[in-house]
């Protein structure tokens, strides 16, 4: 029985890493992504028949409570959404995991005899990671739903509050590790592990996001490996490990695209308001550029007569939710003979992949959604770039201005398009609080508002062309 | 005892590595519905949770186990089925459909 249940596990895992293989095209994606949840609930009946299950009576009703919240959440979240509920679903799984591996200790301490060491320490890191991962999920998702502020929170001390906290949690663990039982210990642990998820969150800011997320990501996935080690399961710890180097990747793309190290990320408070005295003088000079601005039929005009449009989305997209407006308009301008093409940075937007599920959500196809690396040589034979709610990812300082805290961060090369349009609230700085040259170069106009207001208005001027 | 611990290793180690090949091949267009899919597979602590929940240890390790479980649930059946709405958005040019 021993034996069949674990061949059910290695069947699980075969059945997640084939899934996870047919999600590199999106003809295949959802038939992987089927057969890793067929892969689930083959596992999840498996275990209902485990020998050690004497009751089912809590089991099942927490598997009831279980998905109906699930099914709730993943029917009702809106696309714009997706990564409050990436978030979410990355906390509850590093709750999960670390209550599991409290339970196991608590069964240590009923049966009266001490877990060898090695149990011992994966119980702790599971606690650990499971802890960190939750709380850290959750101000994740407070600070992308505004609940918390999305700017980078620094106080006096942090880095030395932030090295006591490590230094104590090492002291705890090896405590554990040492004696037994110490069921308060493992609390306090426990309550070490929120606070770091918290304390290392706050500090991060918004656009930073898409790295955050990525890496809690891949800490829900450790947590369930260590899982795994303690209660001695292969499933949890292949699955657990797939996902964990899944994040990592994730995370290191994030990084690479914003060409900072994860350190500089997690400790850098990036946006805090903090830049360097240089910073601010660029920006100082800036302001006293001229900008033009453009109406709209002007806007439309410059369009409808392009050869080739490329759309530029960013995080202003989703907080406008102009997605649909956005492929209307590209749709009238191809009726006009124009290419329309969509640039995606890959730090766009709020988390790994943000702006290709908006567009697909308003059935853009994702054949016209092309990479960084790909777009970028297009920009000189681009005759209008467009650019919406986009903002650091196409700052030519970046490329230009070694004084700039984005120098070195590879970017949308727009301003080598013939004319560029942006679309714009206001001329409130980006995310990393730099003024954009973009905005003040003499092929670039602006056009103020709302971005769906905008390209409502902008639809009018095609159609009436 | 050190031994059972280096073959849990070994497997660890080497998951990780078929992880880091076949994530490697994910297109950016992907990137969000592989970390809503691959939440859904983190899940998978579903398995301890449901045997905590089922042991009839002590009543705190059974509350703790059945928490876990809601917990987990939420992340396997809320993943799964976000990504699968995700994914079914995500479609080709109607000319070049195969």
């Known amino acids: 029985m021993e034996a069949i249940l674990k061949l059910i596990y290695l069947a699980a895992a075969v059945c997640f890493i084939f899934g996870l293989k ?10 992987g992504n089927q057969l890793a949840a067929v892969g689930m609930l083959v596992a999840i009946i498996a275990t209902a028949f485990d020998r050690q299950i004497l009751s089912w009576q809590w089991m099942i009703i927490g598997i009831v409570i279980g998905s109906g919240i699930g099914a709730v959440l993943a029917l009702k979240v809106k696309m714009t959404a ?7 679903l990355n906390g509850f799984g ?12 608590i069964r240590y301490m009923t049966l009266g005899q001490s877990p060898p060491a090695d149990v011992a320490v994966t119980i702790q890191l599971s606690v650990l990671i499971g802890t960190v991962t939750f709380s850290g999920s959750l101000i994740a998702f407070g600070k992308l739903r505004e609940i918390v502020t999305g700017t980078a929170v620094t106080y006096p001390l942090q880095k030395t509050l932030n090295a006591i906290l490590f230094l104590g949690t090492v002291g705890l663990i090896v405590w554990l590790a040492v004696e037994f039982p110490l069921p308060y210990i493992l609390l306090a642990l426990a309550g070490v592990g929120l606070l770091l998820g918290v304390l290392s969150v706050i500090p991060i800011g918004g656009a930073d996001m898409p790295v955050i997320i990525a890496l809690l990501n891949s800490y829900s996935g450790l947590a369930a ?8 399961n292969h499933g949890l710890i292949i699955s657990g490990a797939l996902v964990g180097a899944s994040g990592l990747i994730l995370t290191a793309i994030m990084c690479k695209a914003m060409n900072r190290s994860l350190a500089n990320v997690l400790f850098g408070a990036f946006g805090a308001g903090a830049e360097t005295g240089t910073s601010v003088i660029v920006a100082g000079q800036a302001i006293e550029q001229p900008i033009r601005q453009i109406t709209a039929d002007d806007a439309a005009m410059l369009m409808a007569f392009g050869k080739q449009v490329v759309v530029v989305p960013g995080y202003g997209l989703a907080v406008a939710q102009a997605q649909h407006e956005v492929r209307e308009l590209a749709e009238l301008l191809e009726k006009k003979g124009v290419t329309v093409k969509y640039a995606i940075h890959p730090v766009a937007g709020r988390m790994p992949g943000h702006m290709n599920v908006l567009l697909a959500e308003a059935n853009v196809p994702y054949d016209e959604l092309f990479d960084m690396d790909v777009i970028n040589p297009e920009f000189e034979h681009t005759d209008v770039s467009l650019v919406i709610g986009a903002n650091d990812v196409v ?17 949308l090369d727009v301003d080598k398009s013939r004319a560029c349009i942006v679309l714009k609230r206001s001329m409130r700085p980006g995310f990393a609080g730099v003024d954009n040259e973009l905005f003040y170069a003499t092929a670039t106009s602006m056009l103020f508002g709302d971005a769906k207001d905008s390209i409502k208005k902008l639809i009018q001027e095609v159609k009436e062309l | 005892m050190i031994e059972g611990l280096v073959d849990l290793l070994v497997v660890f180690v080497l998951a990780m590595f078929i992880g ?38 002590t009543r705190i390790a059974t509350i703790l186990g059945m928490v876990a479980v809601v917990f987990a649930m939420i992340n396997v059946v809320g993943g799964f089925l976000v990504t699968d709405r995700m994914l079914h958005m995500f479609k080709a040019k109607p000319g070049e459909q195969k």
């Open chain 1, 395 to 411: 700052n030519p300082a970046a490329r230009s201005n070694p004084e700039s805290p984005l120098y070195g961060m590879p970017i």
């Open chain 2, 20 to 57: 880091f090949e076949v994530i490697t091949k994910v297109p950016p267009t992907l990137h969000t519905p592989l970390m809503s899919g691959s939440n859904a597979i983190s899940g998978v602590t579903i398995l301890g949770a449901m045997v905590v929940a089922g042991r009839s240890d």
């Open chain 1, 94 to 105: 590093g709750a999960a995991s670390a209550l599991v591996a409290s339970a196991e200790y």
């Open chain 1, 82 to 88: 997706m990564p409050e509920m990436v978030a979410l």
């Open chain 1, 225 to 232: 490996s260590m899982t795994g080690f303690v209660i001695n």
């Open chain 1, 22 to 31: 047919r999600l590199s095209h999106p003809r295949t994606a959802v038939s």
